[in-house]
């Protein structure tokens, strides 16, 4: 089993930033794209961004482009998430996720179904 554990979430003010990291227990991490989604309170598991195994190519959602900056450490097996100017439609549970040699074309790594291993989440709440 592969295991994802988050951390870096909690209670911001509106404007804030926050930095999450994902630590990966894993054969070999430079395999594995990663990625991070978001869940907000009654809505459906939402693709925020991802990076390929090389860390080489990044992708990101419409709703966090310019905020929002993915990155990977592979002799850490940790991939990051930056988030600035926070706002209060920001809130969620924020989940890391991997699979394995997957690439960042068409969209199918945007669906939630379609990633292997997923962490346990962790709350973001900005503040109104």
């Known amino acids: 089993q592969v295991q994802l554990v988050e951390s870096g979430g909690g209670l911001v003010q509106p404007g804030g930033s926050l930095r999450f990291s994902c630590a990966a227990s894993?054969?070999?991490?430079?395999?594995?794209?990663t990625g991070w989604f978001c869940q907000a309170r009654g809505k459906y598991r939402d693709f925020v961004a991802a990076?390929?195994?090389?860390?080489?190519?990044?992708s990101y959602a419409d709703s966090v482009k310019g905020r929002v900056t993915i990155s990977r450490d592979n002799a850490k097996n940790t991939v990051n998430l930056q988030m600035n100017s926070l706002i209060p439609e920001d809130t969620a549970v924020y989940y890391c996720a991997a699979d394995l040699g997957r690439y960042l074309s068409g969209n199918s790594y945007r669906t939630e179904s379609e990633w292997d291993y997923w962490g346990q989440g962790t709350q973001v709440t900005v503040s109104s």
């Open positions: 894993v054969g070999t991490f430079s395999s594995y794209t």
């Open positions: 990076i390929s195994c090389s860390g080489g190519s990044t």
